[in-house]
């Protein structure tokens, strides 16, 4: 079945360091990959995505490369900020199970001013 | 558009109540799944609703149910309350591929 490995946390990092995630996944299908975040006592927000291989999904500074060679979708920010203190879960969807998410355990991240 | 509403966003039962939790999807949106958030499971999925039709159930025992009505609006019930159901509950519609999460419901069982 669809899997995502994410690597543990916590993460702490001081103000404008650079922040990566590792994720990597297993699924039988061609899935579409996820980043969402989780600020304190609020759901899930999607912050970027890819749906083929090499795509580049980014937002607000986050980027993630669809590497279909590695199975890896790594989540990169150049310099973090203390309001990206966050919970991050890497997921997939596939088509062939209905897009049903497959979530990573999530990597409790915090940034120090 | 309005975003996924959950309610009620807090809820505290005792073993062996039962419970129904609420969502509002997102204008259009007819998908809609749950999932249980814990410390210890994670996010794990419980079912999808698409057209007032469950198309996909995840590993929950039977206590865990829920329906989908024709405006597209689901609920989820637990039964017989547990310690371990407590967990945020999180409802997600879907267009296409992507899901948008509601703010979940907190349930708290003593």
């Known amino acids: 079945g669809d899997s995502v490995t994410q690597m543990e946390g916590p993460v702490t990092l001081s103000e404008e360091a650079f922040l990566t995630i590792n994720c990597t996944y297993t699924a039988t299908g061609y899935p579409s990959l996820f980043w969402y975040v989780q600020y304190p006592g609020e759901g899930l927000q999607l912050l970027l995505k890819?749906?083929?291989?090499?795509d580049k999904g980014s937002n607000k500074g986050f980027e993630a490369t669809y590497r279909k060679e590695t199975t890896s979708f790594h989540l990169e920010k150049g310099s973090v900020q203390v309001s990206d203190s966050a919970v991050y879960f890497c997921a997939l969807s596939d088509r062939s199970n209905d897009y049903k998410l497959s979530f990573g355990a999530g990597t409790t991240v915090t940034v120090r001013a | 558009k309005a975003g996924v509403t959950q309610t009620p966003r807090y809820l505290i039962k005792t073993r062996g109540q039962q419970v129904t939790l609420s969502c509002s999807p997102i204008?259009?949106?007819?998908?809609v799944s749950w999932y249980q958030q814990t410390p210890g499971q994670g996010l794990q999925f419980l079912f999808e609703y698409f057209s007032e039709t469950q198309r996909n159930k995840g590993n929950f025992p039977g206590r865990f149910s829920g329906r989908q009505f024709s405006n597209s609006r689901s609920e989820m019930n637990v039964s017989t309350l547990e310690l371990g159901d407590s967990a945020l509950y999180l409802c997600a519609t879907r267009m296409a591929d992507e899901q948008f999460f509601g703010p979940g419901t907190r349930l708290t069982v003593l």
């Open positions: 890819a749906t083929k291989a090499d």
């Open positions: 204008s259009g949106h007819r998908s």
